[in-house]
């Protein structure tokens, strides 16, 4: 008998391994139906469900177009839950950046450069020509030069920043090279000029009034509109081919939409004003990602 009850016991303990679950017993969870990715690697964003590129770009402060081109998307740039976002340019981009200020001070800085150790050197020699007890006044005369130098450098600096200002003042100057008929996005006054080295000057911003409309400056696809990019307000970006896109910050309305083909002169929006400020359009004109002089480009000033 005893013998018969562990037989019988054993087959139940062997049925239990190998029976199938029944309806209330609840096994682990398909691993395809889980929504938890993971975290994103130093650099990436892991795209959550109801993300747009838009909304990423916005909350990582990045401008749209280059996460776009960061990550070789093209309109309407669509992204999917769960996928990787790059948020920092390639390596190949990174570089090039940041060999260009390097380039930009070879040009503009050796002829100030020039002149003054010209004349230093110049002054230097003829100071060591000069015998011991003329020390004195080989002395004064290096002063005198030296300041006469500074002072004729100074000037030469002065000329070439109103022959910029000139040029500018004559626009279009690199409209041609990029292929687009530019346009002004709105007639009035330019109240304040680019600056390359002043990240709150990347633009101009032009005098108008509430709710003016502001043109497009040529055609292209509206690759942003809304107000979540900070220090825009609401804010219009144009893309117009691989290398162009231009932006029109501080409206008051938006008129398009993201994704909408607009032409050239179309109206986009209506001018605002910026906290405590006057009514005027912040516009950017921007190659390859980098923010241009858009006086480079536009027609002579209205």
Same mark, same amino acid.
């Given at each position: 008998?005893?013998?018969?009850?562990?037989?019988?016991?054993? @087959?139940?303990?062997?049925? #239990?391994?190998?029976?199938?679950?029944?309806?209330?017993?609840?096994?682990?969870?398909?691993?395809?139906? =889980?929504?938890?990715?993971?975290?994103?690697?130093?650099?990436?964003? +892991?795209?959550?469900?109801?993300?747009?590129?838009?909304?990423?770009?916005?909350?990582?402060?990045? @401008?749209?177009?280059?996460?776009?081109?960061?990550?070789?998307?093209?309109?309407?740039?669509?992204?999917?839950?769960?996928?990787?976002?790059? *948020?920092?340019?390639?390596?190949? $981009?990174?570089?090039?950046?940041?060999? $260009?200020?390097?380039?930009?001070?070879?040009?503009?800085?050796?002829?100030?450069?020039?002149?003054?150790?010209?004349?230093?050197?110049?002054?230097?020699?003829?100071?060591?020509?000069?015998?011991?007890?003329?020390?004195?006044?080989?002395? @004064?005369?290096?002063?005198?030069?030296?300041?006469?130098?500074?002072?004729?450098?100074?000037?030469?600096?002065?000329?070439?920043?109103?022959?910029?200002?000139?040029?500018?003042?004559?626009?279009?100057?690199?409209?041609?090279?990029?292929?687009?008929?530019?346009?002004?996005?709105?007639?009035?006054?330019?109240?304040? #000029?680019?600056?390359?080295?002043? =990240?709150?000057?990347?633009?101009? +911003?032009?005098? /108008? +009034?509430?709710?003016?409309?502001?043109?497009?400056?040529?055609?292209?696809?509206?690759?942003?509109?809304?107000? /979540?990019?900070?220090?825009?307000?609401? *804010?219009?970006?144009?893309?117009?081919?691989?290398?162009?896109?231009?932006?029109?910050?501080?409206? =008051?309305?938006?008129? #398009? #939409?993201?994704?909408? =083909?607009?032409?050239?002169?179309?109206?986009?929006? $209506?001018?605002?004003?910026?906290?405590?400020?006057?009514?005027?359009?912040?516009? $950017?004109? +921007?190659?390859?990602?980098? @923010?241009?002089?858009?006086?480079?480009? *536009?027609?002579?000033?209205?």
């Amino acid at each position: 008998m005893s013998g018969l009850v562990r037989r019988t016991l054993f @087959a139940i303990f062997a049925l #239990t391994l190998f029976m199938p679950s029944g309806c209330g017993t609840k096994g682990p969870a398909p691993v395809g139906s =889980r929504e938890d990715y993971g975290p994103a690697p130093q650099g990436y964003y +892991r795209i959550l469900p109801g993300d747009t590129l838009s909304t990423v770009a916005a909350r990582q402060h990045l @401008a749209m177009d280059n996460l776009a081109r960061w990550n070789g998307l093209e309109p309407p740039y669509g992204i999917r839950a769960g996928k990787l976002l790059r *948020l920092e340019p390639p390596d190949q $981009e990174r570089k090039v950046k940041r060999t $260009e200020p390097a380039i930009v001070i070879v040009e503009e800085s050796p002829p100030t450069k020039s002149v003054q150790s010209k004349s230093s050197m110049q002054n230097t020699a003829k100071a060591k020509a000069i015998p011991t007890k003329s020390k004195s006044v080989a002395k @004064a005369s290096v002063t005198k030069r030296d300041a006469k130098a500074a002072t004729k450098a100074s000037s030469a600096k002065g000329r070439t920043k109103t022959t910029a200002k000139a040029a500018s003042a004559k626009g279009g100057a690199k409209a041609a090279a990029s292929g687009l008929n530019w346009r002004w996005p709105l007639q009035g006054r330019v109240a304040q #000029t680019f600056n390359r080295g002043d =990240r709150t000057r990347q633009g101009i +911003r032009i005098v /108008g +009034r509430a709710g003016a409309k502001v043109s497009a400056v040529e055609a292209g696809t509206v690759v942003y509109s809304g107000s /979540g990019l900070k220090g825009y307000g609401n *804010l219009i970006i144009i893309k117009h081919n691989n290398k162009y896109l231009s932006a029109y910050g501080f409206n =008051r309305r938006l008129l #398009t #939409t993201e994704g909408a =083909r607009v032409k050239r002169g179309q109206s986009v929006a $209506e001018v605002g004003q910026p906290a405590g400020g006057d009514y005027l359009l912040h516009f $950017e004109i +921007r190659r390859d990602g980098t @923010a241009v002089n858009p006086l480079d480009y *536009l027609p002579a000033l209205p």
